[in-house]
């Protein structure tokens, strides 16, 4: 997780996720529908805030962290226009916490050489719930529905992932998807392993 510099308190009112636009919606066979909304710092506050700071997430780098500093850290990410956070939820369920970058406006562009149409993403998969626990094809279903979503874009050539490099249960999960292993990188917060999915990849498994 980056980009943690504080914002102003926002003075726009919460929105129910059930209000806001839909940003993609998927249904994936055997899986149910995926739907994706912007994140919102105030009336999200409570599912993201228990998500980020529980034990199980502790490579998110939040634990620890008070409920006003999850809604700062929020706050700035919304405010930009490089960096983008969403909730995502299945049959109406909300089961992720999912960001996008551009890298060439993050920290993380200064530890390898950007390419035109990289995107970095991160993906915290919430709590085990409504069957999410140990459900076979879970992790893949969410991921199919995602990368629907970052390479709906056509600039988007290569999705970026940075996984603490001691995460292997995530870097397990990001070969299975398909990327490709690179370098571990030294970054100031963690050691991390950087991940590649290509456009082509993804197409030709069937995205």
């Known amino acids: ?26 249904k994936v066979s055997g899986f149910g529908t995926v739907r994706v909304v912007a994140l919102d710092p105030v009336a999200d506050l409570d599912l993201v805030h228990g998500w980020v700071t529980a034990d199980r997430a502790r490579f998110w780098g939040m634990v620890g962290h008070s409920r006003e500093q999850v809604r700062e850290i929020y706050a700035y990410v919304d405010s930009l226009t490089t960096h983008h956070a969403f909730v995502v939820e299945r049959d109406g369920d909300p089961v992720a916490l999912f960001q996008t970058y551009e890298p060439a406006a993050d920290p993380l562009g200064e530890c390898y050489d950007v390419l035109p149409g990289d995107v ?15 459900e076979r094809g879970f992790t893949a279903g969410l991921m199919t529905a995602l990368f629907g979503l970052v390479f709906a874009d056509p600039a988007h050539r290569r999705v970026v992932v940075e996984p603490d490099a001691r995460n292997e249960k995530a870097i397990a999960r990001m070969l299975a998807a398909g990327f ?6 030294e970054k100031p917060e963690k050691r991390a ?14 995205g």
């Open 180 to 185: 490709e292993a690179g370098p571990e990188i």
């Open 193 to 206: 392993r950087l991940a590649f999915l290509r456009r082509e990849r993804w197409e030709a498994a069937g």
């Open 120 to 134: 970095g993403v991160h993906l915290l998969i919430g709590p085990a719930s409504g069957g999410a626990a140990g």
């Open 1 to 26: 997780m980056t980009a943690e510099s504080p914002a102003a308190a926002p003075t726009a009112p919460p929105v129910p996720r059930a209000d806001r636009a839909t940003v993609h919606e998927e």
